[in-house]
């Protein structure tokens, strides 16, 4: 019952913003866009401001790039296996490699572990929103049919605020800048209110995943990699990093997560097979409400 009570309050939330898509049809790439560029940006700052700079970010760096890599080399030799186009095996790279680890697995290890680990969970977040956001929009672009050039994806990540948001929480930390507490009120409700908006965001996203005809067997060996062996292999890296049970325990709830929801948005702006994508969201997602548990039961015992 104690993992359920964890998980309940996050799945109330997809499902109030599940429910308000399909009653009101908001414009969620509006929304969307407004908890990328203007709250995020917020969190992301507060957490790199009021945390101490030290080892455990070098850590988790190597972590995101680590897991990263191993999950990469083992989508493509999967996807060369199974005889992929380019684009399934592009889509299968989005929706094996890139987690939820930001409107799904913050919010799970804020409920399950308090505010340390919810900072953990964020500065995760940041890093693996930069890999998603170069590796994975360059691999949606030469899969697709829309395709782009390495310097367009290394544009749209130079555009993303929270690179920026969490370097200046960095320098006003380490130079020991303050600020008002009138100010940091501010931030903290931007802040605050940054994380029920992107869970509300995943569920509008989930209510206008349409299911159609796809490869299956693809989509199959994706959600195995995503669900199952992603949060082997981060056990895996983590027996060779000096960092505390705490984070541990963060680092592989957010290795567990479903495909990012963020990549179905580049597979249908690149035409990366966005059925698939979509589709092994969904799966993921829903898969979720069982692995998600019993992830959490290990690394809480």
């Keep these: 019952m104690e993992l359920l009570g964890i998980i309940a309050p996050v799945l109330f939330i997809f499902l109030i913003g599940f429910i308000g898509q399909k009653l009101l049809s908001f414009d969620i790439k509006t929304i ?21 700079l030290d080892k455990t970010y070098l850590y988790i760096v190597v972590f995101a790039v680590l897991l990263t890599i191993v999950l990469f080399l083992i989508v493509w ?54 890999l998603m956001n170069s590796i994975g929009i360059f691999f949606a672009s030469i899969g697709g049919e829309a395709h782009a050039t ?33 100010l940091m009120q501010g931030i903290d409700l931007i802040a605050d209110a ?27 060996a994706a959600t195995i990699i995503r669900m199952i062996v992603s949060p082997l292999i981060a056990v895996g890296i983590l027996l060779f990093l000096p960092v505390s049970d705490l984070l541990k325990a963060v ?11 963020n990549t179905t948005m580049f597979a249908l702006q690149f035409g990366t097979e966005p059925d698939l994508v979509s589709f092994t969201t969904l799966i993921t997602t829903l898969l979720s409400l069982l692995t998600i548990p019993i992830v959490l039961f290990f690394v809480m015992n």
């Design 32 to 52: 969307s866009t407004a908890a990328l560029y203007l709250l995020s940006p917020f969190l992301a700052f507060r957490t790199f401001y009021t945390n101490k």
């Design 194 to 220: 940054s994380i029920p908006i992107v869970m509300l965001v995943l569920g509008m996203q989930l209510a206008v995943i349409v299911r159609k005809r796809v490869a299956y067997h693809h989509v199959t």
């Design 150 to 182: 390495w310097r367009d994806s290394m544009q749209r990540v130079i555009r993303m605020p929270l690179i920026y948001a969490a370097a200046l929480g960095i320098i006003f930390q380490v130079t020991s800048v303050p600020l008002a507490d009138s």
């Design 251 to 261: 680092l592989i709830i957010q290795a567990a997560m479903p495909s990012a929801a």
């Design 77 to 130: 030799v999967t996807a060369s296996a199974m005889k992929a186009t380019r684009s399934q095996r592009s889509a299968m790279i989005l929706s094996g490699v890139f987690m939820n680890s930001g409107n799904y697995g913050v919010p799970v290890v804020l409920f399950a572990f308090g505010n340390e680990a919810f900072n953990y969970g964020v500065i995760m977040m940041v890093f693996q929103s930069i």
